[in-house]
């Protein structure tokens, strides 16, 4: 054989050994990124069955009590127990008269009389003048008996001479059961009430 036939059958044998101690010569290529698998893709609800829902409103109070439907500071809510209903029973009826029984006293000559003087008529005694206003009672034909009363102050006149002028001298209210509650003072005459006549029929 030939030099040169040999040379290119040695070459060509140790071609497969050469390549690869070349191969494992060479450094390795650096580690890339690890692959990750891919995030799963969501999978969306399956449509609801039926009509859309609506949103609720907000709760309209949020105080204790708003679920039983009280309202806060309600009148409801106050311990204090409702006061009854009283109905003011009607005032007594009184009953009133058409004359007054009047006692006069003349303290100078200690003469007395007693006398009737019908309502919204001047009396006179004397030098006295009555007028009674009103005389009435509780019950009827029973005391206390009150009087509302005027006397006048008139001395008679002299023969020739002008009346002498008219004074006030007692205007208020006559009692039976109690004269000194508010009594009449004159420093000639005393006078009192001693009842009322002729019932004329209720207030």
């Known amino acids: ?109 200690a003469e007395s009389l007693r006398f009737e003087a019908p309502l919204h008529k001047f009396i006179r005694y004397k030098g006295l003048i009555f007028l009674v206003n009103t005389c009435q009672s509780g019950q009827p034909d029973q005391p206390p008996y009150a009087a509302h009363v005027e006397v006048d102050s008139q001395p008679p006149a002299l023969p020739g001479r002008p009346p002498n002028p008219v004074k006030l001298v007692f205007r208020g209210w006559m009692y039976t059961d109690t004269p000194g509650v508010h009594p009449f003072e004159h420093p000639v005459y005393d006078a009192w009430l001693i009842a009322c006549k002729t019932v004329s029929g209720p207030e």
């Open 1 to 109: 054989m030939r030099p040169r036939h040999a040379f290119r059958l040695a070459v060509s044998l140790a071609s497969p050994f050469l390549a690869f101690a070349l191969a494992a010569a060479q450094p390795a290529p650096p580690a890339g990124p690890t692959p990750t698998a891919p995030p799963p893709v969501p999978t969306s609800p399956p449509p609801p069955v039926g009509p859309p829902a609506e949103e609720a409103a907000p709760p309209a109070s949020s105080a204790p009590g708003a679920d039983q439907g009280e309202l806060p500071g309600s009148d409801e809510d106050s311990s204090e127990p409702a006061r009854p209903f009283s109905i003011r029973p009607a005032p007594p009826r009184r009953v009133m008269y058409t004359s007054a029984v009047i006692q006069v006293l003349d303290k100078v000559t």
